[in-house]
C-alpha cells in the first residue's frame, strides 16, 4: 500500500501562487521564511536577531526536546530576517497569526489541499529531497531524534516522480538516441540487394548454356546435310 502523507506537501506551483498572493510584508516573511527553512510555526514566533549568524549564513537555535541544531539561510530567508531585524530585535508574530496568514495566503491562491504551517515545513523537506539535499543533513535542520521520521519525505508525490524520471531516465535516452542517429556499424543490406551479384552469376551461366546447345544443334544440322 503507498505511503500517504497526513499532511500532503505543495507542488512548485502551489508554491509560486502562495508566494504570489501575499498582501503585506508580514505575509511575505512568513510564507517565505517556513517554505525556505521548515521552521515549526512555534519557532518562528520565538525567532530573534540573536538565532541568526550573518556571517555564516545560518539560524541557531533551541528546538523540540531542547535540542541545538543550525538551520542555513538562503538568500531569501535572509532578506526577509534581516530587513524584520533592521527595526526589531524579534520577531513580533503570535503562533496563531502566523497560522491565519498561511490560511489566508492559501485561500487567495486557491490551493484546493490544506495548507498550514506545518504542512509548508513538509513542503520545504520534500523539495529539499527532491533537488538533490542528504537526507542526513535534512535530518539535523529539521530536528528529527531518528532517521526514520525523516525518511517519510523520501516518498514523492505522483508528479515529482514523473519529474524524476524525465530528468534522470529521459536524459540517458536522449543521448542513446543520439547515437542512434549516427552509428558506427552500418546496417546491412537488405537480401534482395545480397543476392542481386549472385543471381546475375546465375543468369550469365544460363546464357553461356543456351549459346552452347545452339551451337551443338547447328553442327549436329550441317553434319546430316
Known amino acids: 500500500m503507498p505511503f500517504e502523507y497526513k499532511r500532503e506537501p505543495l507542488e512548485e506551483y502551489e508554491m509560486e501562487q502562495l508566494r504570489k498572493n501575499c498582501k503585506s510584508f508580514d505575509e511575505e516573511l512568513v510564507v517565505n521564511v517556513l517554505l525556505e527553512t521548515g521552521l515549526r510555526v512555534s519557532e518562528l514566533a520565538r525567532l530573534r536577531e540573536d538565532n ?3 556571517q555564516r549564513s545560518c539560524i541557531t537555535l533551541i528546538g523540540k526536546g531542547n535540542k541545538r541544531r543550525v538551520i542555513p539561510m538562503s538568500n531569501t530567508t535572509r532578506f526577509y530576517l534581516s530587513a524584520i531585524f533592521k527595526d526589531q530585535p524579534k520577531i513580533h508574530l503570535a503562533s496563531r497569526t502566523i497560522q491565519k496568514y498561511v490560511q489566508n495566503v492559501a485561500e487567495r491562491a486557491r490551493i484546493k489541499k490544506k495548507v498550514s504551517p506545518h504542512v509548508l515545513r513538509h513542503t520545504f523537506a520534500v523539495c529539499y529531497l527532491h533537488r538533490g539535499g542528504n537526507l542526513r543533513a535534512l535530518q539535523s535542520i529539521l530536528g528529527h ?3 526514520s521520521t525523516t525518511d517519510v519525505y523520501l516518498n514523492y508525490s505522483g508528479e515529482r ?3 524524476d524520471f524525465q530528468r534522470t531516465w529521459e536524459h540517458t535516452t536522449n543521448s542513446t538516441e543520439s547515437r542512434l542517429e549516427s552509428p558506427t556499424i552500418k546496417p546491412q543490406a537488405n ?7 549472385e543471381i546475375q552469376r546465375v543468369d550469365a551461366v544460363e546464357s553461356k548454356v543456351l549459346e552452347v546447345k545452339s551451337e551443338t544443334t547447328l553442327l549436329n544440322f550441317i553434319d546430316r546435310g
Do not use: G
Not at 537480401?191 to 551479384?197: G, H, I, L
Open 191 to 197: 537480401m534482395s540487394e545480397v543476392q542481386k551479384p
Open 52 to 54: 541568526c549568524s550573518w
Open 161 to 163: 516522480v514523473i519529474q
Open 145 to 147: 531524534s531518528s532517521i
